[in-house]
Structures are given as C-alpha cells and as structure tokens.
C-alpha cells in the first residue's frame, strides 16, 4: 500500500538500514560520526503487547488512528521502565477483509506515537484472515525493542527505605480493563458512543474511551539523560492491568514496602464516572484501572524536588505519592492507605 512508507519513513533515523519491501529490518545498534552512542556494555530490552477490547469501541465508533498510539504506548511505555532508549517497533495488524483506508488510520496512528518516542517505524505485517474476524473487527500487536547500557539498568533492586514515588498523570483508562468499561458504559449505562456527558465536559462518550494512552519516553528519557553521573532513578513502573499496588509491587525488592497515600494525586472524572455507571467496587476499580497514575519513578529524595520540576517543565503533572520504608519478607510490597504518609 502506497500510502504506509510514508508513514514509516517519518519515523526513521540514519541508524535504519533495510530498503523497502524486504523480508527483515536492518537496525544499527550504533554508527560512526557525530551522534555516536559509544556504547560499553550495550543490553537489548524488548516488549510486546496489544491494544486489547478497546478495539471494540474503536470499531464501532470508526475511529482507528488513537489505537494505534496505544498500540505504540504500551510497549513503549514498559520498556521504558528499564532505563532503556526504544529503538524501533513492528506492527501486526490481523483483518477480517483488505480495507487500505482503515489500515492507513492504524499505522498514521502507530507512526505518530513512534515519532514522539523517537522510535523508529522500521516494519509491519497485515494479516487477512476472514475466518477468524467478522466485519469491521481486527486486532493488533505491537513488539518494541531498545538498548541500555548495563551499568545504567534500572530495575527496581536499588530502591531502598526513603526513596520517594513521584506518580506521573495517566490520561485516562489507557488500554486496560475495557470490557469492565465497555461493560459499565453501554450495557449498565446504556449510553451510545454519541452522548455527550455533561460532567466531563460535555465529551462525547467515543472521545471519552478513545482518549490514547498516555506515552511516556520525552519525560523519563529527559529525567534519566540529566544524571548521566549518578543513578538516581531506582525504579521506574508502568501501571496497567493489575492497578497501581501490583505494577509497582513488581519492581520493589524484599523487605522494602512502599506506602502510597490514595489523597495525594488527583483522580480524573473518567474513573468516578465509570465507576457509577458500572456500581463497581472501590477495590475492583484499584484492581483493573491506573487511577490517575500512568506512570510512577521510584527516585533519591535528595532529587525527588528536581525530578518533579523537570516532570512539570514538560507538561507532565505529577505527585509524590509515596515513600519506601523498610519491611519484612512477607510484608506486601506496595501498601495504599487513606492516612497518608510521612515524608511529603
């Protein structure tokens, strides 16, 4: 298809070394001249992960280009959790019948979230396949691959008691617990993708569900590239399914417990307004949904001040939500209270 190199090509840097139209990508972990990495002890981190039943009010709505950001988002966003650079992705996009124009808003989508990741767009594969979707349904999957040098490999086993949780703003439900979603909305709430919702600001429902999630590169990459001397981000977590306490819970080591303050970050109206709709359980919303909380640094409280400004210089809001104090083996890693913390 004519109209898909082009948005490749936008995506890509002189590291990408494949023509069009082969059967593999061609990717320079490094090259000579002016911006090169030098690297010592270069590790490859990679991810995969879909879009999931969002694709579902996508379809119905006959709006593609935001799942594919959020196609891009949520590997993206989980390597970042490593410290690493994403250096490219690939796309796979299965159909129930050729369709350029519907293809052609997926990959502008993946292709925009790849340019603001700085990610190169180095391939993909269309798959037709009538036997297994009906209609208008598809489905995606992304695979994202980056590099960080060992020495500045972020995960999780140098958080220690005092380290402050500086949670960074979702933009909304992101790609997780749509069926929940879809659930509470159309069949409980029996509202159409159409109807406005006049305490949200009058959005209609489509834009409400179809927000993108939020990506996360321009921020942690500025953070981690301002220290180059001194390691002072610990931890870094993606909140997807499983909600806040089970995403950070995977990157906390033994006998550290981080205590999170539910009052100390803002929750959008979206979470509140599903939850009504839906009558669901204060503990199911925590379970599935990021609350509000996209992203979270486990960080120095010696820089938590510093790291926060950098997050807002962006136009990232952000929180410290949390401290890290010591446990025992068997205490749960991440524990969310109403009463607060010390060290705010």
């Given at each position: 298809?004519?109209?898909?190199?082009?948005?490749?090509?936008?995506?890509?840097?002189?590291?990408?070394?494949?023509?069009?139209?082969?059967?593999?990508?061609?990717?320079?972990?490094?090259?000579?001249?002016?911006?090169?990495?030098?690297?010592?002890?270069?590790?490859?981190?990679?991810?995969?992960?879909?879009?999931?039943?969002?694709?579902?009010?996508?379809?119905?709505?006959?709006?593609?280009?935001?799942?594919?950001?959020?196609?891009?988002?949520?590997?993206?966003?989980?390597?970042?959790?490593?410290?690493?650079?994403?250096?490219?992705?690939?796309?796979?996009?299965?159909?129930?019948?050729?369709?350029?124009?519907?293809?052609?808003?997926?990959?502008?989508?993946?292709?925009?979230?790849?340019?603001?990741?700085?990610?190169a767009l180095v391939g993909g594969e269309t798959a037709i396949l009538p036997d297994m979707y009906q209609g208008g349904d598809y489905d995606l999957a992304g695979f994202c691959v980056g590099v960080v040098e060992r020495k500045r490999l972020v995960d999780g086993s140098q958080i220690q008691p005092g380290d402050?949780?500086?949670?960074?703003?979702?933009?909304?439900?992101?790609?997780?617990?749509?069926?929940?979603?879809?659930?509470?909305?159309?069949?409980?709430?029996?509202?159409?993708?159409?109807?406005?919702?006049?305490?949200?600001?009058?959005?209609?429902?489509?834009?409400?569900?179809?927000?993108?999630?939020?990506?996360?590169?321009?921020?942690?990459?500025?953070?981690?590239?301002?220290?180059?001397?001194?390691?002072?981000?610990?931890?870094?977590?993606?909140?997807?399914?499983?909600?806040?306490?089970?995403?950070?819970?995977?990157?906390?080591?033994?006998?550290?417990?981080?205590?999170?303050?539910?009052?100390?970050?803002?929750?959008?109206?979206?979470?509140?307004?599903?939850?009504?709709?839906?009558?669901?359980?204060?503990?199911?919303?925590?379970?599935?949904?990021?609350?509000?909380?996209?992203?979270?640094?486990?960080?120095?409280?010696?820089?938590?001040?510093?790291?926060?400004?950098?997050?807002?210089?962006?136009?990232?809001?952000?929180?410290?939500?949390?401290?890290?104090?010591?446990?025992?083996?068997?205490?749960?890693?991440?524990?969310?209270?109403?009463?607060?913390?010390?060290?705010?």
């Open positions: 298809m004519a109209r898909l190199p082009v948005h490749m090509r936008r995506t890509q840097c002189p590291r990408v070394m494949s023509p069009e139209g082969g059967f593999a990508a061609l990717f320079q972990l490094d090259f000579k001249g002016l911006f090169r990495r030098g690297y010592e002890d270069p590790l490859l981190v990679s991810c995969t992960d879909g879009v999931g039943t969002k694709l579902k009010v996508a379809v119905a709505a006959g709006i593609h280009h935001t799942v594919g950001i959020d196609l891009v988002a949520m590997s993206v966003n989980d390597a970042l959790c490593t410290g690493a650079e994403p250096l490219f992705f690939l796309d796979y996009v299965a159909m129930s019948k050729d369709d350029p124009g519907l293809l052609e808003q997926i990959v502008r989508g993946i292709a925009d979230a790849c340019v603001e990741c700085e990610c402050l949780a500086i949670g960074i703003a979702s933009s909304g439900f992101h790609s997780n617990g749509y069926s929940l979603v879809r659930k509470a909305v159309f069949e409980i709430g029996g509202l159409a993708g159409d109807d406005r919702v006049a305490e949200l600001g009058r959005r209609t429902v489509n834009d409400l569900l179809l927000e993108p999630t939020r990506l996360y590169a321009r921020p942690v990459k500025a953070v981690l590239r301002h220290y180059r001397v001194k390691q002072v981000v610990h931890g870094i977590a993606h909140i997807t399914g499983g909600g806040l306490a089970e995403n950070l819970g995977r990157i906390v080591p033994n006998c550290v417990q981080i205590r999170v303050d539910r009052g100390s970050w803002k929750v959008p109206g979206v979470f509140p307004w599903v939850q009504r709709l839906g009558t669901i359980a204060a503990d199911e919303m925590d379970r599935v949904f990021n609350m509000g909380i996209g992203m979270v640094l486990v960080v120095s409280p010696h820089f938590a001040d510093s790291i926060q400004k950098q997050l807002a210089d962006l136009g990232y809001e952000n929180w410290r939500i949390g401290t890290a104090h010591a446990g025992r083996p068997d205490d749960e890693r991440v524990v969310i209270s109403e009463a607060g913390f010390s060290g705010r």
